[in-house]
Nanobody
Framework: QVQLVESGGGLVRPGGSLRLSCAAS????????MGWYRQAPGKQRELIGF???????VYADSVKGRFTISRDNAGNTVYLQMNSLKSEDTAVYYC???????????WGQGTQVTVSS
C-alpha cells in the first residue's frame, strides 16, 4: 500500500505563489505516476497534472505555464509549485499515486488553497 500526506496549503494573495508537497510512504517502488487534482466548491474534481516515474510531466491547459510538478530524486515526494495564482485557483488540492500493475490509485487527504486579497 501507499500512504500520501500533503502539506503546504494556505492563504495567498492573487499573483502570489505557493508550493504544495506530497510525501509518499509504503510501497513507493511500485508507483508509476503521481499527480494532483483539485476541487473547488460546487465543482467537479479537476486534474491539474501528473509526473511519471521518469519525471515526464503533463499539465492541464488551465494551469500550463503557471504550475510546475516535480519530484525529488528518491521519488518519495512530489511538489506542485503554483505561481501567478488567481482567485479561481481556490480549491482543495489532492495528490494521488498510481500503481498500474495493481490497478490502484491512492489519495492524499487534501490541502486547502485559498487565493484572496
Amino acid at each position: 500500500q501507499v500512504q500520501l500526506v500533503e502539506s503546504g496549503g494556505g492563504l495567498v494573495r492573487p499573483g502570489g505563489s505557493l508550493r504544495l508537497s506530497c510525501a509518499a510512504s509504503g510501497s513507493i517502488s511500485s508507483i508509476n505516476a503521481m499527480g494532483w487534482y483539485r476541487q473547488a466548491p460546487g465543482k467537479q474534481r479537476e486534474l491539474i497534472g501528473f509526473i511519471t516515474s521518469d519525471s515526464n510531466a503533463v499539465y492541464a491547459d488551465s494551469v500550463k505555464g503557471r504550475f510546475t510538478i516535480s519530484r525529488d530524486n528518491a521519488g518519495n515526494t512530489v511538489y506542485l509549485q503554483m505561481n501567478s495564482l488567481k482567485s479561481e485557483d481556490t480549491a482543495v488540492y489532492y495528490c494521488y499515486a498510481d500503481r498500474l500493475q495493481f490497478g490502484v490509485r491512492s489519495w492524499g487527504q487534501g490541502t486547502q488553497v485559498t487565493v484572496s486579497s
